[in-house]
């Protein structure tokens, strides 16, 4: 049995971008980003997005978004100095969950060089159980609805 090969997604499957320089440091060994660096990027274009929107505090938000599943592809190579186009959707929003997706796209690219998600469970602060989203979340995320 042969498996088809996942095609990358397009950057008119995201429904808005943060731009995210590479770095020096970011090269690994073999002269491309290396994967850790992925999920680096996943992270900040959410945290990122959620500060932009007034949705989160650092050090002061009532909920915090956990992370309890990950995940990543890979269809093409990135590296300093690419600039990186972080594609950022969201595929599902549960009552205190969210599903984002992140396409990384290098440079002008139509194609993602990297396609990610993570699921954050968002718990209060103090007892780490899980809360649910509050109607202002609620309504921001729906807005990156895949």
Not at 93 to 110: I, Q, T
Request: net charge positive.
């Amino acid at each position: 049995m042969t498996s088809k090969r996942m095609q990358p997604a397009k950057r008119a499957d995201y429904k808005t971008f943060r731009t995210l320089p590479t770095r020096w440091m970011d090269n690994d060994i073999y002269g491309h980003m290396n994967n850790v660096v992925h999920y680096s990027l996943f992270d900040t274009a959410v945290n990122g997005w959620l500060l932009d929107k007034g949705l989160l505090d650092l050090s002061a938000s009532a909920r915090i978004g956990l992370v309890v599943e990950t995940g990543c592809r890979y269809f093409a190579e990135m590296g300093f100095p690419d600039i990186v186009h972080a594609g950022l959707r969201v595929a599902s929003l549960g009552n205190s969950s969210v599903r984002y997706e992140v396409g990384l796209f290098r440079n002008g690219e139509d194609s993602a060089s990297a396609e990610g998600f993570f699921i954050h469970v968002y718990v209060d602060r103090r007892t780490r159980r899980p809360a649910p989203h509050d109607e202002a979340f609620r309504t921001a995320l729906s807005g990156l609805m895949a």
